[in-house]
């Protein structure tokens, strides 16, 4: 496969669809730090919520803290899986088979959508609690899966298909698509860092792991990860389809 088949230059810099844009890069940082800025802020707050529910011994607090804790820890683990996936979507493209790079794509929006309706849930009752600082993360959390769930990626994949192998290519080798391509994976690039960042922080929190107990964990795992079960089988099983296929 040619290099300029894969590669594109956004602001100076060259990305390529089979490689994932480093945390480093200007397309990543940029959308790291819009995120970060909000968590900053969060960390603020997680440590007075630690406090008081030392103090008080707030259930309500205590929990809705843990089920945040577990939420990023989810999302981590999805991010893994989406990220190898990813990778395989360009090989896809351009080995002939835009039909499994579509299922691959609109089963990853769909992931995001449920991180979207995760994020909107965490921020309301964060909300209802009156703990600004943390409400204001998850609802920039939400509007990031959002966008991650509306790229127009899918939907130009989903229009080339309708046309012969040779216009596809076309799209696909275009600087449009391949910008929007590596705009949709470094938002998956800079959301996995924002949430490595996090669960580094909340380990050093000695005031809220102490409220974290492994019935709790076990529990809110079921309850969040019913909703993405059968789209981490679907890419469970292309990441597997697309390691064989292209040893």
Known sequence: MAVSKLDVEINGEIYFLNEAPDESSAIVTTKTEELLGA???????????????????????????DKSALTVANFKKTLTSVLTNLQYTSEYLFNHDGQIALETLSAISKLAGDMEKAA??????????????????WKKMQSHCRRMSESE???????????????????????VFKTKAIEFYADWVALNSVCETYVEYIKDTQYLYRYIT????????????????SEQKELTYKEFDGSERFR
């Not at 802020?41 to 205590?62: E, R, W």
């Not at 809110?220 to 019913?226: E, G, K, R």
Request: some cysteine.
């Open 39 to 65: 968590l900053g802020t969060l960390f603020d707050d997680l440590n007075h919520t630690g406090t008081f529910i030392q103090s008080h011994f707030s259930n309500d607090v205590a929990k809705l803290c």
């Open 120 to 137: 909107l849930e965490l921020g309301e009752e964060f909300d209802k609690l009156n703990i600004k600082q943390a409400a204001d993360f």
């Open 153 to 175: 990626v899918t939907g130009q994949v989903e229009k080339a298909m309708k046309h012969p192998e040779e216009k596809r290519l076309k799209v696909w080798t275009s600087r």
């Open 214 to 229: 492994r019935q709790n964990l076990k529990k809110l795992a079921q309850t969040f990860l019913s909703d993405l079960c």
